[in-house]
Protein backbone atom coordinates (compact mmCIF):
# COMPACT_ATOMS: atom_id res chain seq x y z
CA UNK A 1 0.00 0.00 0.00
CA UNK A 2 1.89 2.97 -0.94
CA UNK A 3 2.65 6.15 1.40
CA UNK A 4 -0.10 7.99 -1.37
CA UNK A 5 -3.02 5.88 -0.54
CA UNK A 6 -2.39 5.91 3.30
CA UNK A 7 -2.46 10.31 3.24
CA UNK A 8 -4.96 10.39 0.61
CA UNK A 9 -7.31 8.73 3.12
CA UNK A 10 -5.69 10.57 5.66
CA UNK A 11 -6.38 13.45 3.99
CA UNK A 12 -9.87 12.63 3.55
CA UNK A 13 -10.67 11.63 7.09
CA UNK A 14 -9.52 14.25 8.54
CA UNK A 15 -11.63 16.69 6.74
CA UNK A 16 -14.55 15.22 7.44
CA UNK A 17 -13.44 15.21 11.10
CA UNK A 18 -13.01 19.28 10.58
CA UNK A 19 -15.90 20.27 8.88
CA UNK A 20 -17.68 20.32 12.40
CA UNK A 21 -15.43 21.81 14.45
CA UNK A 22 -14.61 24.56 11.72
CA UNK A 23 -18.07 25.60 10.71
CA UNK A 24 -20.72 24.10 12.83
CA UNK A 25 -22.66 27.66 12.87
CA UNK A 26 -22.82 27.64 8.70
CA UNK A 27 -22.97 23.83 8.32
CA UNK A 28 -26.31 21.52 9.27
CA UNK A 29 -26.62 17.97 8.00
CA UNK A 30 -30.49 17.57 6.77
CA UNK A 31 -31.45 14.61 8.71
CA UNK A 32 -31.76 12.71 5.13
CA UNK A 33 -27.97 13.21 4.43
CA UNK A 34 -27.26 11.69 8.40
CA UNK A 35 -29.28 9.16 7.77
CA UNK A 36 -27.37 8.10 4.30
CA UNK A 37 -23.99 8.82 5.77
CA UNK A 38 -24.96 6.25 8.59
CA UNK A 39 -26.45 3.58 6.19
CA UNK A 40 -23.74 3.52 3.98
CA UNK A 41 -20.93 3.20 6.42
CA UNK A 42 -23.29 0.18 7.77
CA UNK A 43 -23.90 -1.43 4.53
CA UNK A 44 -19.82 -1.40 3.92
CA UNK A 45 -18.98 -2.75 7.19
CA UNK A 46 -21.12 -5.39 7.00
CA UNK A 47 -20.25 -6.44 3.65
CA UNK A 48 -16.31 -6.30 4.66
CA UNK A 49 -17.22 -8.25 7.47
CA UNK A 50 -19.35 -10.53 5.19
CA UNK A 51 -16.32 -11.00 2.61
CA UNK A 52 -13.22 -10.87 4.66
CA UNK A 53 -15.55 -13.67 6.65
CA UNK A 54 -16.52 -15.82 3.79
CA UNK A 55 -13.57 -15.37 1.49
CA UNK A 56 -9.71 -15.51 0.88
CA UNK A 57 -8.73 -14.00 -2.43
CA UNK A 58 -11.56 -15.33 -4.93
CA UNK A 59 -12.56 -18.26 -2.93
CA UNK A 60 -14.04 -19.79 0.26
CA UNK A 61 -11.88 -18.96 3.33
CA UNK A 62 -12.55 -22.18 4.89
CA UNK A 63 -14.74 -22.79 8.12
CA UNK A 64 -12.93 -22.10 10.92
CA UNK A 65 -13.28 -17.98 10.37
CA UNK A 66 -16.41 -17.96 9.17
CA UNK A 67 -17.36 -20.10 12.80
CA UNK A 68 -15.36 -17.62 14.85
CA UNK A 69 -17.02 -14.53 13.22
CA UNK A 70 -20.10 -16.09 14.30
CA UNK A 71 -19.59 -16.76 17.76
CA UNK A 72 -18.43 -13.12 17.71
CA UNK A 73 -21.32 -11.82 15.92
CA UNK A 74 -23.71 -13.90 18.44
CA UNK A 75 -22.08 -12.12 21.20
CA UNK A 76 -22.09 -8.72 19.53
CA UNK A 77 -26.13 -8.61 19.37
CA UNK A 78 -25.96 -9.72 23.15
CA UNK A 79 -23.64 -6.69 23.35
CA UNK A 80 -21.14 -8.38 25.04
CA UNK A 81 -18.19 -6.38 26.15
CA UNK A 82 -15.96 -5.55 22.76
CA UNK A 83 -12.44 -7.08 24.37
CA UNK A 84 -14.62 -10.27 24.63
CA UNK A 85 -16.09 -10.49 20.90
CA UNK A 86 -12.81 -10.03 20.10
CA UNK A 87 -10.91 -12.45 21.86
CA UNK A 88 -14.16 -15.04 21.33
CA UNK A 89 -13.31 -14.55 17.35
CA UNK A 90 -9.66 -15.61 17.42
CA UNK A 91 -10.26 -17.94 20.11
CA UNK A 92 -13.03 -20.39 18.52
CA UNK A 93 -11.09 -19.40 14.94
CA UNK A 94 -7.66 -21.08 16.45
CA UNK A 95 -9.27 -23.79 18.27
CA UNK A 96 -11.23 -25.19 15.18
CA UNK A 97 -7.67 -24.80 13.31
CA UNK A 98 -5.95 -26.61 16.04
CA UNK A 99 -8.74 -29.59 15.74
CA UNK A 100 -7.83 -29.99 12.26
CA UNK A 101 -10.80 -27.63 10.58
CA UNK A 102 -9.25 -25.57 7.79
CA UNK B 1 -4.52 20.76 31.45
CA UNK B 2 -5.09 20.22 35.54
CA UNK B 3 -8.16 21.61 35.52
CA UNK B 4 -9.38 19.52 32.90
CA UNK B 5 -7.89 16.63 34.99
CA UNK B 6 -10.24 17.30 37.93
CA UNK B 7 -13.44 17.68 36.25
CA UNK B 8 -12.54 14.00 35.03
CA UNK B 9 -14.74 11.43 37.07
CA UNK B 10 -13.17 8.02 38.74
CA UNK B 11 -16.11 6.05 36.67
CA UNK B 12 -15.13 8.05 33.48
CA UNK B 13 -11.65 7.02 33.57
CA UNK B 14 -12.25 3.59 34.57
CA UNK B 15 -14.59 3.12 31.24
CA UNK B 16 -12.10 5.36 29.13
CA UNK B 17 -9.40 2.41 30.10
CA UNK B 18 -11.67 -0.03 29.33
CA UNK B 19 -12.31 0.62 25.55
CA UNK B 20 -8.44 1.85 25.26
CA UNK B 21 -7.83 -1.90 26.39
CA UNK B 22 -10.46 -3.39 23.82
CA UNK B 23 -9.41 -0.94 21.42
CA UNK B 24 -5.90 -1.71 22.34
CA UNK B 25 -6.78 -5.52 21.20
CA UNK B 26 -8.07 -4.75 17.82
CA UNK B 27 -4.81 -2.49 17.36
CA UNK B 28 -2.39 -5.23 18.13
CA UNK B 29 -4.41 -7.80 15.91
CA UNK B 30 -4.49 -4.78 13.07
CA UNK B 31 -0.44 -4.49 13.22
CA UNK B 32 -0.11 -8.52 13.14
CA UNK B 33 -1.92 -8.97 11.06
CA UNK B 34 -0.89 -6.33 8.41
CA UNK B 35 2.40 -7.37 8.21
CA UNK B 36 1.59 -11.02 8.27
CA UNK B 37 0.37 -10.61 5.45
CA UNK B 38 3.36 -9.37 3.73
CA UNK B 39 2.76 -5.29 4.15
CA UNK B 40 5.86 -2.97 5.15
CA UNK B 41 5.82 -2.56 8.96
CA UNK B 42 5.68 1.17 8.59
CA UNK B 43 2.25 0.83 6.57
CA UNK B 44 -0.29 0.13 9.73
CA UNK B 45 1.89 2.42 11.75
CA UNK B 46 1.48 5.57 9.21
CA UNK B 47 -2.09 4.61 9.14
CA UNK B 48 -2.81 4.53 12.94
CA UNK B 49 -1.10 7.77 13.43
CA UNK B 50 -2.92 9.42 10.32
CA UNK B 51 -5.98 8.18 9.64
CA UNK B 52 -6.78 6.99 13.20
CA UNK B 53 -10.09 5.85 12.47
CA UNK B 54 -9.97 1.62 13.48
CA UNK B 55 -12.90 0.88 11.06
CA UNK B 56 -11.27 2.37 8.14
CA UNK B 57 -7.89 1.46 9.03
CA UNK B 58 -8.96 -2.29 9.30
CA UNK B 59 -11.17 -2.46 5.86
CA UNK B 60 -8.12 -0.11 3.63
CA UNK B 61 -5.50 -2.67 4.50
CA UNK B 62 -8.40 -5.59 4.10
CA UNK B 63 -8.88 -4.70 0.62
CA UNK B 64 -5.41 -4.49 0.03
CA UNK B 65 -4.67 -7.96 1.59
CA UNK B 66 -7.34 -9.17 -0.74
CA UNK B 67 -5.56 -7.77 -3.45
CA UNK B 68 -7.32 -4.73 -4.00
CA UNK B 69 -5.94 -1.80 -5.41
CA UNK B 70 -5.10 1.05 -3.16
CA UNK B 71 -7.71 3.03 -4.28
CA UNK B 72 -10.63 0.87 -3.67
CA UNK B 73 -8.56 0.82 -0.21
CA UNK B 74 -9.40 4.32 -0.31
CA UNK B 75 -12.71 4.86 -1.52
CA UNK B 76 -13.53 1.70 1.20
CA UNK B 77 -12.12 3.84 4.11
CA UNK B 78 -13.52 7.20 2.78
CA UNK B 79 -17.07 5.70 2.70
CA UNK B 80 -16.79 4.41 6.50
CA UNK B 81 -15.17 7.42 7.79
CA UNK B 82 -18.28 9.96 6.27
CA UNK B 83 -19.59 9.47 9.97
CA UNK B 84 -16.83 11.44 10.94
CA UNK B 85 -18.75 14.77 10.05
CA UNK B 86 -21.76 14.24 11.73
CA UNK B 87 -19.67 13.64 14.78
CA UNK B 88 -17.59 16.67 14.11
CA UNK B 89 -20.70 18.70 14.01
CA UNK B 90 -21.97 16.59 16.80
CA UNK B 91 -19.24 17.29 19.06
CA UNK B 92 -18.10 20.97 17.99
CA UNK B 93 -18.58 22.86 20.96
CA UNK B 94 -16.15 20.36 22.65
CA UNK B 95 -13.61 20.89 20.00
CA UNK B 96 -13.55 24.22 19.85
CA UNK B 97 -12.04 27.16 21.86
CA UNK B 98 -13.86 27.47 25.22
CA UNK B 99 -14.82 31.33 24.38
CA UNK B 100 -16.94 30.24 21.56
CA UNK B 101 -19.59 28.36 23.74
CA UNK B 102 -20.94 31.15 26.01
CA UNK B 103 -19.59 33.27 28.91
CA UNK B 104 -16.54 32.50 30.13
CA UNK B 105 -16.14 30.04 32.87
CA UNK B 106 -18.73 28.03 31.53
CA UNK B 107 -16.32 25.30 30.55
CA UNK B 108 -13.89 25.67 32.74
CA UNK B 109 -11.03 28.01 33.72
CA UNK B 110 -8.40 28.85 30.79
CA UNK B 111 -5.61 26.51 30.54
CA UNK B 112 -8.11 23.75 29.58
CA UNK B 113 -7.58 22.23 26.04
CA UNK B 114 -9.89 24.52 24.23
CA UNK B 115 -8.41 27.62 25.49
CA UNK B 116 -6.18 28.43 21.84
CA UNK B 117 -7.40 28.23 17.83
CA UNK B 118 -5.08 25.11 16.94
CA UNK B 119 -6.69 22.98 19.81
CA UNK B 120 -9.53 22.80 16.85
CA UNK B 121 -7.27 21.00 14.43
CA UNK B 122 -5.61 18.79 17.34
CA UNK B 123 -9.09 17.86 18.67
CA UNK B 124 -10.73 17.29 15.22
CA UNK B 125 -7.61 14.34 14.53
CA UNK B 126 -9.20 12.63 17.84
CA UNK B 127 -12.95 12.79 16.57
CA UNK B 128 -13.92 8.76 17.15
CA UNK B 129 -16.90 6.84 17.63
CA UNK B 130 -15.76 6.34 21.07
CA UNK B 131 -14.44 10.08 22.22
CA UNK B 132 -18.16 11.14 20.66
CA UNK B 133 -20.05 8.67 22.37
CA UNK B 134 -18.15 9.65 26.09
CA UNK B 135 -18.58 13.23 25.40
CA UNK B 136 -22.32 12.73 24.19
CA UNK B 137 -23.14 11.09 27.75
CA UNK B 138 -22.36 13.93 29.63
CA UNK B 139 -24.85 16.65 30.41
CA UNK B 140 -22.69 19.37 30.84
CA UNK B 141 -20.33 21.02 29.12
CA UNK B 142 -17.39 20.80 31.21
CA UNK B 143 -17.80 17.40 31.40
CA UNK B 144 -18.30 17.12 27.46
CA UNK B 145 -15.24 19.03 27.01
CA UNK B 146 -13.01 16.42 29.68
CA UNK B 147 -14.42 13.52 28.70
CA UNK B 148 -13.87 14.20 24.84
CA UNK B 149 -10.17 14.81 25.50
CA UNK B 150 -9.84 12.28 27.95
CA UNK B 151 -11.24 9.25 25.73
CA UNK B 152 -9.72 11.04 22.80
CA UNK B 153 -6.16 11.75 23.69
CA UNK B 154 -5.84 8.42 25.83
CA UNK B 155 -7.53 6.36 22.96
CA UNK B 156 -4.84 7.80 20.56
CA UNK B 157 -1.82 6.66 23.03
CA UNK B 158 -3.05 3.51 23.61
CA UNK B 159 -4.10 2.99 19.78
CA UNK B 160 -0.67 3.80 18.04
CA UNK B 161 1.24 1.77 20.75
CA UNK B 162 -0.47 -1.27 20.59
CA UNK B 163 -0.34 -1.46 16.67
CA UNK B 164 3.51 -0.65 16.99
CA UNK B 165 3.29 -3.83 19.20
CA UNK B 166 0.82 -5.89 16.63
CA UNK B 167 3.45 -5.28 14.50
CA UNK B 168 6.89 -6.30 16.03
CA UNK B 169 4.22 -9.60 17.00
CA UNK B 170 3.14 -9.92 13.90
CA UNK B 171 6.92 -9.53 12.34
CA UNK B 172 7.64 -12.56 14.82
CA UNK B 173 5.41 -14.54 14.73
CA UNK B 174 4.81 -15.39 10.90
CA UNK B 175 1.29 -17.49 10.51
CA UNK B 176 -1.12 -15.29 12.88
CA UNK B 177 -4.05 -17.55 11.44
CA UNK B 178 -2.68 -19.96 13.89
CA UNK B 179 -3.99 -17.62 16.28
CA UNK B 180 -7.58 -16.66 14.71
CA UNK B 181 -6.30 -13.28 14.18
CA UNK B 182 -7.81 -13.35 10.71
CA UNK B 183 -11.49 -13.55 12.05
CA UNK B 184 -11.14 -10.48 14.64
CA UNK B 185 -11.63 -7.97 11.56
CA UNK B 186 -14.82 -9.15 10.46
CA UNK B 187 -15.83 -9.46 14.36
CA UNK B 188 -14.66 -5.56 15.22
CA UNK B 189 -16.73 -4.54 11.87
CA UNK B 190 -19.50 -6.39 13.03
CA UNK B 191 -19.27 -5.29 16.51
CA UNK B 192 -19.02 -1.61 15.19
CA UNK B 193 -22.34 -1.98 12.70
CA UNK B 194 -24.59 -3.65 15.65
CA UNK B 195 -26.08 -0.73 17.01
CA UNK B 196 -27.12 0.71 13.40
CA UNK B 197 -28.47 -2.79 12.90
CA UNK B 198 -31.09 -1.95 15.34
CA UNK B 199 -33.33 -0.67 12.61
CA UNK B 200 -34.74 -2.65 10.12
CA UNK B 201 -34.60 -0.94 7.03
CA UNK B 202 -30.38 -0.33 7.74
CA UNK B 203 -30.48 -4.37 8.52
CA UNK B 204 -32.45 -5.21 4.94
CA UNK B 205 -29.84 -2.94 3.20
CA UNK B 206 -26.60 -4.33 5.34
CA UNK B 207 -27.77 -7.71 4.37
CA UNK B 208 -28.42 -6.94 0.55
CA UNK B 209 -24.96 -5.44 0.24
CA UNK B 210 -23.15 -8.29 2.10
CA UNK B 211 -24.66 -10.71 -0.31
CA UNK B 212 -24.06 -8.75 -3.17
CA UNK B 213 -20.60 -8.54 -2.36
CA UNK B 214 -19.98 -12.13 -1.09
CA UNK B 215 -21.97 -13.02 -4.44
CA UNK B 216 -19.24 -10.83 -6.86
CA UNK B 217 -15.88 -11.56 -4.80
CA UNK B 218 -15.51 -14.59 -7.46
CA UNK B 219 -15.65 -12.63 -10.31
CA UNK B 220 -14.54 -9.11 -9.90
CA UNK B 221 -11.32 -7.61 -8.31
CA UNK B 222 -10.73 -7.36 -4.85
CA UNK B 223 -11.86 -3.96 -3.08
CA UNK B 224 -14.90 -3.64 -5.41
CA UNK B 225 -17.37 -6.37 -4.65
CA UNK B 226 -17.22 -4.11 -1.23
CA UNK B 227 -18.07 -0.98 -2.80
CA UNK B 228 -20.64 -2.71 -4.79
CA UNK B 229 -22.74 -3.59 -1.45
CA UNK B 230 -23.44 0.02 -1.18
CA UNK B 231 -26.14 -0.78 -3.93
CA UNK B 232 -27.99 -2.31 -1.30
CA UNK B 233 -28.92 1.47 -0.20
CA UNK B 234 -31.28 1.52 -2.97
CA UNK B 235 -33.54 -0.86 -0.76
CA UNK B 236 -33.57 1.86 2.38
CA UNK B 237 -33.14 4.94 0.25
CA UNK B 238 -36.44 6.15 -0.91
CA UNK B 239 -36.30 9.93 -1.26
CA UNK B 240 -39.76 10.46 -2.92
CA UNK B 241 -40.60 9.14 1.02
CA UNK B 242 -41.26 11.53 3.89
CA UNK B 243 -39.20 11.36 6.75
CA UNK B 244 -41.05 11.24 10.02
CA UNK B 245 -39.31 13.43 12.66
CA UNK B 246 -40.36 10.81 15.78
CA UNK B 247 -38.84 7.97 14.42
CA UNK B 248 -35.45 9.63 12.53
CA UNK B 249 -31.92 8.45 14.48
CA UNK B 250 -29.81 11.49 14.37
CA UNK B 251 -26.30 10.26 12.88
CA UNK B 252 -24.06 10.19 16.07
CA UNK B 253 -26.20 7.98 17.98
CA UNK B 254 -24.98 7.91 21.67
CA UNK B 255 -25.13 4.13 21.59
CA UNK B 256 -23.17 4.05 18.24
CA UNK B 257 -20.34 2.10 19.40
CA UNK B 258 -19.33 3.03 22.82
CA UNK B 259 -18.13 -0.43 21.55
CA UNK B 260 -21.11 -1.78 22.19
CA UNK B 261 -20.12 -2.99 25.49
CA UNK B 262 -18.59 -1.23 28.12
CA UNK B 263 -20.34 -2.11 30.82
CA UNK B 264 -21.21 1.75 32.16
CA UNK B 265 -22.37 2.48 28.24
CA UNK B 266 -26.25 3.50 28.70
CA UNK B 267 -28.87 1.29 27.39
CA UNK B 268 -29.44 2.16 23.65
CA UNK B 269 -31.64 5.67 24.05
CA UNK B 270 -35.12 5.60 22.77
CA UNK B 271 -36.09 7.11 20.08
CA UNK B 272 -37.93 9.79 21.37
CA UNK B 273 -39.81 12.33 20.06
CA UNK B 274 -36.63 14.72 20.50
CA UNK B 275 -36.17 17.06 17.32
CA UNK B 276 -32.83 16.13 15.78
CA UNK B 277 -30.06 17.63 16.61
CA UNK B 278 -31.45 19.62 19.46
CA UNK B 279 -29.95 17.82 22.49
CA UNK B 280 -26.30 17.81 20.89
CA UNK B 281 -25.92 20.49 18.07
CA UNK B 282 -28.00 23.04 19.96
Redesign the interface.
Known amino acids: ??????????G???G???????C?DR???P??A??????????????????????????F?GW??PA??LV??IL??R?????????????????L??AGLP | MRSLWRTTEPTLLRDVALICLADALVGAAFGATAVAGGLSWWVPVAMSLLVFAGGSQIAAVGVVLAGGSPLAAVAAGAVLNTRLLPYGLAVADVVGPTNVDGPAGVDGPAGSPGGHWWTRLVGAHVVTDESVAFALRQADPARRRAAFWTCGVALFAAWNVAVVLGVLAGSVIKNTNAFGLDATFPAVLIALAVPALADLRTRTAAGTGAAIAVALTPVLPAGLPVLAALGGLATAWRPGRAWRPGRLRTAPRRDNTVLASSPASTPAPSQTDEPIGERRCR
Do not use: E, K
Open positions: MPLIAIVALAITYFRLVGPLRVTLPAQRLFTDAATVLLIALAATSALTAGHGAARGVAAAARAPFPVIVLAAACVTALRL
